[in-house]
């Protein structure tokens, strides 16, 4: 199964996409762990990456198609795969359609109230990097994580205002990509707002469906 994974931040894509690739047996390919990896084993496409990003630049759709293409010519993706958080643009779209044949591109839909809520709860860890949410998975003791008893903060990011700039560079990147693959018949909504576990299986679904 070759998947493409879509959803704003905090529609929790991440989540589903590690169970589903478990229940698969197929790498889940974050583009995030693509840039980490190349950097820490000082890949030449790596040294290209780590100075982008240090130069606070985005890394430009070209580099990024490279490090993909690379990754889903390991054996590994044989069967399948799901990408998550590639593609975001229109040319990442396209040269994806080059280099391989999708079978669904699942869409994650949740408003943006229920959003900010989750993201705007979260608190982080300030030692150990345990994420708890002040009303999904509260603390035993306020201000503490329960794993490592370190203090929990609220990451910049985090902040409404932050939250609402984010939400609103996904709607204008992504928009025209959802059209992109409306057209392909690729696109299935999925209804991002329940505990995951129902998601995960409204996901299972829809790809039974396709086969
Ligand atoms: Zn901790």
Do not use: W
């Not at 994974?5 to 478990?22: C, D, R, S």
């Not at 047996?25 to 190349?38: E, M």
């Not at 300030?126 to 009303?135: K, L, N, P, Y």
């Amino acid at each position: 199964m070759k998947l493409v994974f879509f959803g704003p931040p905090g529609a929790g894509k991440g989540t589903i996409a590690v169970k589903l690739a478990e229940k698969l047996g197929i790498p889940h390919i974050s583009t995030g762990d693509l840039f980490r990896a190349a950097i820490k084993n000082q890949t030449d496409l790596g040294k290209k990456v780590k100075q982008i990003l240090d130069s606070g630049a985005l890394v430009p759709d070209e580099l990024t198609v490279d490090l993909v293409r690379e990754r889903l010519t390991a054996k590994d993706t044989n069967s399948g795969y799901i990408l998550d958080g590639f593609p975001r643009t229109i040319p990442q779209a396209e040269a994806l359609a080059g280099i391989t044949e999708l079978d669904a591109v699942i869409n994650f839909e949740v408003s943006d109230e229920i959003l900010i809520k989750r993201l705007s709860g979260r608190r982080i860890c300030s030692s150990c990097g345990f994420i708890h949410h002040v009303e999904f998975q509260p603390p035993k003791h306020e201000g503490i994580c329960d794993r490592c008893g370190g203090k929990l903060i609220q990451r910049e990011d985090d902040s409404e205002t932050s939250i609402r700039k984010r939400l609103s560079v996904y709607q204008n990147q992504t928009a025209p990509l959802l059209g992109y693959y409306e057209k392909t018949g690729l696109m299935i909504d999925i209804d991002g707002a329940p505990a995951p576990a129902e998601v995960l299986s409204s996901v299972t679904a829809a790809l039974e469906h396709l086969k």
